[in-house]
């Protein structure tokens, strides 16, 4: 996963696609994965980072990260690529 590189993020969660015009909000976790995948971390440093922070349960956050990668490729928030 590799977010958009043209993508505006506030340390909020307040994302905006300048190439689109669509402007979006994400959670504080959101926000910290968002970080993340910014600073090149990986899947797995990701699942590992916020399992050990938060005390979550690896398998469900897992399907969770799952998810919110489908729901940034469905808003365009991921490089073309991915």
């Known amino acids: 996963m590799k977010i958009n590189h043209n993508l505006a993020v506030s340390e909020s969660g307040f994302l905006f696609n300048p190439g689109t015009g669509e402007s979006f909000t994400v959670n504080p976790i959101g926000a910290e994965?968002?970080?993340?995948?910014?600073?090149?971390?990986?899947r797995t440093e990701i699942i590992d980072?916020?399992?050990?922070?938060y005390q979550v349960d690896r398998n469900?956050?897992?399907?969770?990260?799952?998810d919110f990668n489908g729901i940034l490729?469905?808003?365009?928030?991921?490089?073309?690529?991915?």
């Open 33 to 42: 994965i968002i970080a993340m995948l910014r600073n090149g971390k990986s």
């Open 49 to 53: 980072s916020i399992t050990q922070l």
């Open 60 to 66: 469900s956050f897992e399907k969770d990260l799952q």
């Open 73 to 82: 490729k469905t808003y365009n928030l991921l490089e073309k690529d991915e």
